[in-house]
C-alpha cells in the first residue's frame, strides 16, 4: 500500500508547489479579457460556419457500423418517413423544407432523436447504440462551367 | 519518519477520495445528455477533480487520477468512451501545467479552470472528428468554447469554497 503511497508523493512535479498555491488569486481583472476574447472567438467560429455552410445544397448521409448504406437528398421538397433496413425500429423524418431528423429509435437514451432537425451542411447526430451516424454534407450537383465530357487516351 | 509516513498517508487518502468523486461525476454525467453537442462529448465533470487532484495533489497525480478514471469509463462504457475521457484529461492536465509553468502565480484560478474546462471538451472533440472522418467540427465550437467558460467558471467559484478546507489538511 505505501508503494501506491509513494507513487502519489510528488507536489514538486513541475514546480507547483503547496505554498504557491495560497499565494495564487482566485481572479485577475486581466481575466475579463481573456473571457471575452473566448466568446468572440466563439461568435467568430459561428459567424464562420453559417456563412460558408449554409446555403451550399446539401445531402444526408447515413452510416450503419461506419459503411454508407444511405444518401438522402434534402433539396427536393419532399416529406416522408423511412429507415435503413438494418435497422428498421429507427425511424427517420425528412421534411420538405430540406431538413432530417432521427424520429423515432429503440435507445436507451434518445441522444438521437434530441437532436433535432439537421439541415446545414457539417450538422450530424449519431445513434450509437444502433451504430447509425446521420450525416450532412455536400452535395455534387453538375454545375454550368463543369465539364461533361472528357474524350482522350 | 512519521510526519513522511503521515503525510504520504494523507495523499493517498485524498487521491482515493478524489478519484472515488471522479467516478460517481462520470457515472452521473453518463446520465444527463447534451443534445447539440458532438456524439459522445460529455460534459467535463470529472473534469473538475482532475483540476483539484492538479492543484492539490501535483501533475503526477492528476495524470494516475485521469488515467485510472478512463479505465474505470472503459469498464462501464466501452472503448471509444474511454479514450474520450483519456484524451480528455490529458490535453486538460498538460495545458494546465504549461499555464502554471510559464505563468508561475500570476495566473488567477479562473483561467486556469476555464482554460481546463474547454480543453477537457476540446480534447473529446478533436478524438471525436479523428473517429468519424469528415465531421465539420467547427459547428461545435462556439458551444464548446462558452460551455468551458461557464463549467471553469463554476469549478474556480466552487474552489474558493474548498481551499480553506484544504489548508486544514496541511499538506506539504
Not at chain 1, 473566448?38 to 446539401?58: D, N, Q
Request: glycine residues 6%.
Amino acid at each position: 500500500m505505501f508503494l501506491l503511497a509513494d507513487l502519489c508523493h510528488s507536489p514538486r512535479v513541475v514546480g507547483l508547489d503547496v505554498e504557491r498555491l495560497y499565494t495564487m488569486k482566485l481572479f485577475n481583472k486581466t481575466d475579463i479579457i481573456f473571457v471575452l476574447a473566448i466568446v468572440v472567438a466563439s461568435l467568430v467560429f459561428w459567424g464562420a460556419y453559417r456563412l460558408f455552410f449554409s446555403e451550399t445544397p446539401a445531402k444526408a448521409e447515413i452510416y450503419h457500423d461506419s459503411n454508407l448504406v444511405m444518401t438522402v437528398d434534402l433539396d427536393e421538397n419532399i416529406d416522408k418517413e423511412f429507415s435503413i433496413p438494418q435497422e428498421p425500429q429507427v425511424v427517420f423524418h425528412l421534411f420538405s423544407d430540406g431538413s432530417i431528423r432521427f424520429e423515432k429509435s429503440d435507445c436507451r437514451d434518445k441522444i438521437c432523436v434530441r437532436s433535432g432537425k439537421l439541415d446545414m451542411v457539417g450538422q450530424s447526430a449519431a445513434c450509437l447504440p444502433n451504430k447509425i451516424v446521420l450525416k450532412i454534407v455536400r452535395e455534387h450537383k453538375p454545375q454550368k462551367d463543369d465539364i461533361d465530357i472528357i474524350i482522350g487516351n | 519518519m512519521n510526519a513522511e509516513i503521515s503525510q504520504k498517508i494523507k495523499r493517498l487518502v485524498l487521491t482515493g477520495m478524489l478519484f472515488a468523486t471522479a467516478i460517481v461525476l462520470s457515472v452521473v454525467e453518463d446520465l444527463i445528455q447534451l443534445p447539440l453537442v458532438a456524439p459522445g462529448v460529455k460534459l467535463g465533470l470529472a473534469n473538475i477533480v482532475v483540476m483539484y487532484t492538479l492543484f492539490f495533489l501535483g501533475g503526477r497525480t492528476a495524470l494516475l487520477v485521469s488515467v485510472l478514471k478512463s479505465y474505470f469509463v472503459f469498464i462501464t462504457r466501452g472503448l471509444v468512451a474511454s479514450i474520450l475521457s483519456l484524451c480528455g484529461g490529458l490535453l486538460s492536465i498538460v495545458i494546465m501545467l504549461l499555464l502554471l509553468k510559464i505563468f508561475k502565480d500570476r495566473v488567477s484560478y479562473l483561467v486556469l479552470s476555464i482554460s481546463g474546462s474547454i480543453c477537457h471538451n476540446l480534447g473529446q472533440l478533436i478524438v471525436v472528428s479523428l473517429i468519424y472522418s469528415g465531421l465539420i467540427w467547427i459547428v461545435h465550437l462556439p458551444i464548446l468554447l462558452i460551455s468551458g467558460v461557464l463549467a471553469g467558471t463554476a469549478t474556480a467559484t466552487l474552489l474558493k469554497v474548498f481551499l480553506p478546507a484544504f489548508k486544514k489538511l496541511d499538506l506539504k
